[in-house]
């Protein structure tokens, strides 16, 4: 719970940031892949949706603070009833832009907390973890303004929701539409 209230209170810092630096805010969607060879073959690779903001400290270091959601179905392997899945990644930290301009590269990472629930007629499982992400991607703009925003990132997020350990990490590629004030 104090994760969650840590990131809420940055995230809450960072409302109050476009008086100080230009800011950016992405709506985007994503290819998921999971990287833990269980959690693919249970549920498998999806889309999720999320949301970036990111501000700008200098000419080309930025800090940004997101979230993700993923969510699927599956199936219990010994009585065939179902199982849904939610993930929830509220994430922070920094970019570094490699270029400015129309075509703006980017390299960064950041901390995440990754809220896991799986649900069955067995039972509910929850956990929140912390762990890690990298990512590079490119602002392109299109108007003034308007940029389309892709990235390519790899999240490890390791924990342990009933008596078996998961990482809930992944590669994940998409891209989104960024408004740049």
């Known amino acids: ?33 999971p990287t833990d060879k269980a959690f693919q073959d249970f549920y498998g690779s999806g889309w999720k949706a999320g949301g970036e903001i990111g501000f700008r400290l200098t000419g080309r270091l930025d800090i940004w603070a997101g979230g993700d959601y993923f969510a699927r179905s599956g199936m219990l392997t010994f009585t065939g009833e179902d199982t849904k899945l939610t993930l929830t990644n509220l994430g922070m930290g920094i970019r570094y832009r490699l270029t400015t301009g129309p075509i703006s590269l980017y390299a960064g990472t950041g901390i995440l ?69």
């Open 113 to 181: 907390v990754c809220l896991f629930k799986e649900s069955n007629p067995i039972g509910v499982a929850s956990r929140t973890g912390v762990g890690a992400l990298a990512r590079t991607g490119l602002f392109l703009r299109i108007v003034r303004g308007f940029f389309i925003h892709f990235s390519l990132g790899y999240s490890y997020c390791p924990m342990k929701p009933a008596d078996y350990n998961i990482d809930v990490g992944g590669l994940e590629g998409g891209a989104g539409l960024a408004v740049v004030f």
């Open 1 to 33: 719970m104090r994760k969650i209230i840590f990131c809420g209170l940055v995230l809450a810092g960072l409302a109050v940031a476009p008086a100080l630096a230009a800011m950016d805010i992405t709506a985007r969607g994503q290819y998921f892949r």
